[in-house]
């Protein structure tokens, strides 16, 4: 059986990846730290376990939180990445940075609470606050806590 592999670049292609298997969720996210980063009203990430990521090219990092390191292309300025100590074992993309977005079907929202309050996505997938263990169906079906 042949393994699932999906990859993705930056803009310019001077930052490319592989992820082998199944992505871990693919999530909307509404927090102010992603809009910012992204420039956009609302995120939309896939996570995958760091160990089934190969990067070609290098990646250029800023600290955006404690504990939060946010990847991008230093030439033509991408957002790839998101990696957190709270996730340390995952490595979760923006999805238009995938070669094949539409493959990727989002099935929640997080920091919901944070949305921009014009934004309203009728799409019927569930809402949370935030990403916490105290509402652990928000980490996803196969997060490893």
Known sequence: MKEET?????????V???????PL????????SCRRSTGAPVTTFVGYNKDDVTF?????????SPGVRRGFCADCGTP??????????????????????DKFIPDRHVFYGERLSWLELNDGLPRFSGIDRDEPSSWGPKHSR
């Not at 999906?6 to 001077?14: H, I, P, Q, T």
């Not at 490319?16 to 199944?22: D, I, L, N, P, Y």
Request: aromatic content about 14%.
């Open 80 to 101: 790839l990445t998101y990696e957190s100590d709270r996730c340390d074992a995952e490595v979760h993309f923006y999805i238009s940075v995938m070669d094949l977005p």
């Open 56 to 64: 070609y090219g290098q990646r250029t990092f800023y600290a955006s």
């Open 25 to 32: 969720w693919v999530s909307h996210c509404h927090c102010n």
């Open 6 to 14: 999906s990859s993705g670049k930056c803009l310019c292609g001077r």
């Open 16 to 22: 490319r990846f592989k992820a082998a298997g199944s």
